[in-house]
């Protein structure tokens, strides 16, 4: 392995390595062309940025890791708004220091994460910075009527998440603190650290959501879903206003911003929140609590649908996905548990991780 830094091989060379994850025939030029959209589609843009020493570093995240999560993160938010992935680009800041091997290590992760939506790296841009920041613009494409929004929750929605919260700050833990869950099983240590390093954006249930929608709310001459959303298709449209955010920034986090952006509020049930079932013997109940409502980047989705609606597809979905509350008509997002000990308790935008 080459034992080059960036600034050896300069701003041509950096360009010339990472141009062999692009598809040639979009890249080299001043901008990627990318396919028209299908007709009803909408052009969907999210951007995400990471920055070494605040999202990532050394200590807990390789650099196959880091171009991961930084491509998890933007595929995440694509799936909460109910879109299939185009394609992404990469803005990268780096000091002359760091090793072209890691740079493409990084790269090799990010096409990782792709390679199973079939989406490519189209473009993207390199600068000197006394620190290494990783800036991904993805693209996508959503039917108008199958759009999910936070704005669309109605009073007596179930609230849904699609998975496991409270996985990704534990497996953090472990990474931080060697001693920490020292009793721990290689298996259990080994998928908790996975959880934080290598999370799975859940565009993987968006073909099990419209088809649900399809047999509840049938439309003539539909074709059959597919096993993945993908770029031209034909799904059966949604009938209803869909609601949904990602809960990257914290269980709590996203059910707070659905109910700001709706109008509405909501109680949550503590006991059906799926948690990893290690968790209660590792640490005491209020950081079990505070790591599962607040600790941030299980890239899951929390979605607001029709209680009936919801009991399908929980039954459907399984695995770790659960009902977990109700929409209400007031403005208060409260916790509750079968023991009473969180009566009253609120969930707030403020307990979580904020930049500033």
């Known amino acids: 392995m080459s034992n080059d830094v960036i600034r050896d091989i300069g701003e041509q060379g950096v360009l010339k390595r990472l141009q062999r994850f692009c598809p040639s025939d979009i890249v080299g030029d001043d901008a990627a062309i990318m396919p028209n959209l299908e007709p009803g589609q909408l052009l969907v843009v999210t951007t995400d940025v990471l920055v070494d020493g605040i999202h990532f570093s050394d200590r807990t995240t390789s650099a196959e890791d880091v171009g991961w999560r930084a491509v998890a993160a933007n595929l995440s938010d694509l799936a909460a708004m109910g879109s299939s992935p185009l394609g992404i680009t990469v803005g990268l800041s780096l000091p002359g220091d760091v090793a072209v091997s890691w740079v493409e290590r990084l790269y090799q992760g990010m096409s990782e994460c792709l390679q199973p939506y079939h989406t490519p790296i189209v473009g993207g841009d390199v600068c000197q910075s006394p620190v290494i920041t990783v800036s991904i613009t993805a693209f996508g494409q959503v039917l108008q009527e199958r759009v999910m929004r936070r704005s669309n929750a109605k009073v007596g929605d179930a ?22 869950g020292k009793d721990l099983s290689e298996k259990e240590r080994s998928r908790l650290i996975q959880a ?55 269980l709590a986090d996203a059910i707070a911003q659905i109910c700001r952006a709706s109008g509405v509020g909501a109680v949550v ?27 941030g980047e299980d890239f899951e989705l929390v979605l607001c649908l029709s209680e009936p609606l919801a009991q399908v597809f929980v039954e459907k979905l399984a695995a770790g ?33 904020q930049h500033f």
């Open 159 to 180: 609230i849904v998440v699609t998975g496991v919260h409270g996985g990704s700050r534990v497996g953090l833990e472990l990474l931080l603190n060697p001693e920490f």
């Open 196 to 250: 934080h390093q290598r999370p799975q954006p859940r565009l993987d249930i968006l073909p099990q959501l419209w088809e649900i929608l399809a047999s509840q709310f049938p439309i003539p001459d539909q074709n059959p879903v597919s096993d993945l959303p993908r770029v031209g298709s034909t799904l059966n449209t949604s009938p209803i206003p869909l609601t949904a955010m990602d809960s990257s920034d914290g």
């Open 269 to 295: 049930e503590w006991d059906a929140i799926p948690i990893p079932s290690v968790l209660p013997r590792l640490t005491s109940p209020e950081q079990v609590l505070d790591w599962v409502l607040y600790g």
């Open 321 to 353: 996905s659960a009902i977990i509350g109700y929409i209400t008509s007031g403005r208060s997002v409260c916790l509750r548990d079968s023991t009473g000990k969180y009566a009253g308790e609120l969930l707030t935008l403020s307990r979580g991780f």
